[in-house]
């Protein structure tokens, strides 16, 4: 199974607004709410962002949001900040009993 | 502190044998499901097996269906991903990744996210 499909990269200002999408096909993003984002810094390991489409884990900003629309989910983050540099990568349940990850977004802050 | 350590990287041959093990504390771990992931170098990240909870269901993608196993031992808080008949696009650090989410008051491990992760190791297939 193909890779959801992400823009390979995605840059903003300090305080500027960015919206990642994420598109996938019915037997993935449209099939289930079980949509999830992860942020991944340089050489670390990746952090749970968002799951269930729309739901922030504790500890996480209010920054980050997300959303989901037919076969496709966005993630945006307002307020950008230095440390939002990231990858971003999003997942998504599968019709397979799989998961699928994006092929991810390189967020620059300029 | 829940913590997940992997362990057992190495440099490998194309068609030989390597068992990476994941420790985990902090947590109870015979109630998460269990998943592997991997990044090959500059690479994105790939979902290559799931666990569930007491070892009786296992999914793999694709890429790894019919070489690598996923086994996990709840009595010694460990999960195995054996690899087998390894190839050179297998070179990738391998993390293990906690399924599922915990709110304030609940633990949800039902669910197709990895909300604890570990920080990897790195098997090269060369």
């Known amino acids: 199974q193909s890779a959801l499909t992400q823009p390979a990269s995605v840059s903003g200002s300090p305080g500027q607004s960015i919206t990642i999408s994420c598109t996938g096909t019915?037997?993935?993003?449209?099939?289930?709410?079980?949509v999830a984002w992860y942020q991944q810094h340089p050489d670390k390991a990746p952090k749970l962002m968002i799951y269930n489409v729309t739901t922030r884990p504790s500890g996480v900003s209010h920054r980050f949001s997300g959303s989901k629309s037919g076969n496709t989910a966005s993630l945006t983050i307002s307020g950008l900040q230095a440390e939002d540099e990231a990858d971003y990568y999003c997942?998504?349940?599968?019709?397979?009993?799989?998961?699928?990850f994006g092929g991810g977004t390189k967020l620059t802050v300029l | 502190e829940v913590q997940l350590v992997e362990s057992g990287g190495g440099l490998v041959q194309p068609g030989g044998s390597l068992r990476v093990s994941c420790a985990a504390s902090?947590?109870?771990?015979?109630?998460?499901?269990m998943n592997w992931v991997r990044q090959a170098p500059g690479k994105g990240l790939e979902w290559i097996s799931y666990i569930n909870k007491n070892g009786s269901a296992t999914y793999y993608a694709d890429s790894v269906k019919g070489r690598f196993t996923i086994s996990r031992d709840n009595a010694k808080n460990l999960l195995y991903l054996q690899m087998n008949s390894l190839r050179v696009d297998d070179t990738a650090v391998y993390y293990c990744?906690?399924?599922?989410?915990?709110?304030?008051?609940?633990?949800?491990?039902?669910?197709?996210?990895?909300?604890?992760w570990g920080k990897g190791t790195r098997v090269a297939v060369s």
């Open positions: 997942t998504s349940y599968t019709t397979s009993s799989t998961v699928i």
């Open positions: 902090g947590h109870t771990f015979k109630i998460f499901s």
């Open positions: 990744a906690r399924g599922g989410y915990c709110t304030a008051s609940s633990c949800f491990t039902g669910v197709p996210y990895m909300d604890v």
């Open positions: 019915r037997s993935d993003v449209g099939a289930y709410n079980y």
